[in-house]
């Protein structure tokens, strides 16, 4: 079992930046692949970015290319998401999940674990 808490979400106006911060605890941590989907009222859950287990397999969806990093520190079992020039079609709420698998992972119903979610709204 594995309990995944999100934190760091807030209002930034456009072109601002975040942190988004996931703890994780439960299960060894440094054995899981991680990821940050994003999900606006009215539509799916989409795939933001996603870490495997050994911190070398990274990828990062079309739209947020170039703006957000993901990284991970196994000695805090903590996962981040930075986010910078941020824009109002970023506006989501911001959920952190877990697999048990070791690779690059980009399907929702590939994950097991999920947080509850933080709220990010970009104003114009």
């Known amino acids: 079992q594995v309990q995944l808490v999100e934190s760091g979400g807030g209002l930034v106006q456009a072109g601002g930046s975040l942190r988004l911060s996931c703890a994780a605890s439960?299960?060894?941590?440094?054995?899981?692949?991680l990821g940050w989907f994003r999900q606006a009222p009215g539509k799916e859950r989409e795939f933001v970015a996603t870490?495997?287990?050994?911190?070398?397999?990274?990828y990062y969806a079309d739209s947020v290319k170039g703006r957000f990093t993901i990284s991970r520190d196994d000695a805090k079992n903590m996962v981040y998401l930075q986010m910078n020039s941020l824009k109002p079609p970023d506006t989501a709420v911001y959920y952190c999940?877990?697999?048990?698998?070791?690779?690059?992972?980009?399907?929702?119903?590939?994950?097991?674990?999920w947080g509850q979610g933080t709220q990010v709204t970009v104003s114009s």
């Open positions: 870490i495997n287990w050994s911190g070398a397999g990274i």
């Open positions: 439960g299960r060894t941590f440094s054995s899981l692949t």
């Open positions: 999940a877990a697999s048990l698998s070791m690779a690059i992972i980009l399907n929702p119903w590939e994950y097991t674990y």
